[in-house]
């Protein structure tokens, strides 16, 4: 995998002889096919690679969603500072989202379990609905199924039918 995304010899052995290595190489090739680009897979694989050094994982333990919230603060305020210059918020935004979906791919993500959030029934059945009937993609109806429950998590209406064109405008 690394050998596809890299030419430089010490940029591909410093990945292949980096800590996880059989669980970050599976990772950036679950993310491969589902269509990912080279520049996703390059910025997924320095983000996961990072993160197995600095936050010195090792192949059993579970991890802690809070332990990846505090080395991704940690992360983008290190003394040296933040090389490719997308400012604090952005790092670790990155940080987050790349290091929980590879730790949760791995099965090594240890999250609370949360409480479905308002109309979730609906939202999984327009997802199912995206999926099996329109054919869409799965990053597609990621990110339907993120706006519609971040949508439904502020209006907070009780019933389905009392949302309004209004509503959805605002």
Partial sequence: ??????????TIARHENGPLYESRCAYLEHLAAKGSSR????????VIYR???????DSSSQVERSDVEQAAKDWAT???GN???IGAERTIKRFRLIVC???RFAGRLHEP???PGPHQGGVDFYCRYMEEERGLSPATIATARNHLQKFFAK???PQLMQYAIAHIER
Wanted: aromatic share 12%.
């Fill in 1 to 10: 995998m690394f050998k596809t995304l890299y030419c430089c010899l010490r």
């Fill in 39 to 46: 520049k996703t897979l390059r910025v997924a694989a320095e």
């Fill in 51 to 57: 993160a197995a050094v600095y936050m010195r994982l």
């Fill in 78 to 80: 290190r003394p040296y």
């Fill in 83 to 85: 090389g490719n210059q």
């Fill in 101 to 103: 979906g590879w730790l």
């Fill in 113 to 115: 379990n949360r409480a």
């Fill in 155 to 157: 209006t907070r209406k």
